[in-house]
């Protein structure tokens, strides 16, 4: 697809109440020996009868499972609009969503795939297939979507990034990757294996529906063009939108609007 840019901010509009319901649920990690907690949005239409679609929905570095909700929470509105569920997962302070090599104390990505996901299905009344499932995230979660989506396109049919970490090896001193990876001088191999730009290779012909998002001031904004570019040399489809814009709420506030109607259009076309 070709790059679409965009001057005019989406405005939420901000109502008292929603019709959304929020709970907040524990999970247990078998992998990791813990409870995890999560946020699940449920629309107003749901009754547990009909199977709905779901979104993951990831946080960034630092952040937790109730950023989101906290943050933005007309995206309850927006679940009740699209009539899907949304899971807002807590993926610690830096896992990065990933199984470390060097730590076994972190196993985000068994957590997310073989662990959460099943809780979700069995919990709630879902769509359990690719075609109802969709997962994006805002800086490390846009790295761990795109990462976990792309290793797993039998899991997932959709998958998103807004500032997303899509190239990690340019910062081996940050947001504690190499506490996850190893220091870059003496295991950059797992650098390599572990970075979203990486992992083209995997990705199946029309197999995935793929919206990127990143600002043109963010410190990630370099690393989304080149795998922008390495993806259009491919030929391999997908939504990538840029515009003025940093690394803060702000932004993402306004770019978590595309991605759900990106994701909300992706299940209409798979009913």
């Known amino acids: 697809m070709h790059r679409i840019f965009l001057s005019l901010s989406f405005c939420f509009l901000v109502f008292t109440a929603y019709a959304a319901k929020v709970d907040t649920v524990l999970t247990t990690s078998e992998s990791m020996k813990k409870t995890i907690k999560a946020v699940v949005i449920t629309p107003r239409v749901y009754n547990g009868e009909k199977a709905l679609p779901v979104v993951y929905l990831l946080h960034g570095y630092s952040g937790n499972y109730a950023d989101w909700v906290t943050k933005v929470p007309a995206i309850q509105e927006l679940a009740d609009n699209y009539q899907y569920i949304i899971v807002c997962p807590d993926g610690g302070f830096s896992s990065w969503y990933l199984d470390s090599p060097i730590d076994p104390q972190f196993k985000y990505e068994t957590y997310i795939v073989k662990e959460l996901i099943p809780f979700i299905d069995q919990k709630y009344k879902t769509v359990r297939s690719r075609n109802g499932r969709a997962i994006t995230g805002l800086s490390m979660g846009g790295h761990g979507a795109l990462y976990l989506a792309f290793r797993h396109q039998d899991l997932f049919g959709a998958a998103g990034s807004m500032s997303g970490g899509v190239d990690?090896?340019?910062?081996?001193?940050?947001?504690?990757?190499?506490?996850?990876?190893?220091?870059?001088?003496?295991?950059?191999?797992?650098?390599?294996?572990?970075?979203?730009?990486?992992?083209?290779h995997l990705l199946m012909p029309d197999k995935l529906a793929i919206i990127i998002d990143c600002g043109t001031a963010d410190f990630f904004y370099t690393v989304n063009e080149q795998l922008h570019k390495k993806m259009m040399d491919r030929n391999i489809e997908h939504d990538y939108i840029t515009r003025p814009g940093a690394h803060n709420w702000e932004y993402w506030s306004n770019s978590i609007a595309y991605q759900l109607l990106f994701m909300h259009r992706f299940f209409l076309k798979k009913e």
């Open 168 to 200: 990690i090896r340019p910062f081996p001193a940050n947001w504690d990757l190499s506490k996850r990876l190893g220091a870059l001088s003496e295991h950059p191999e797992s650098w390599e294996e572990h970075t979203v730009t990486n992992l083209l």
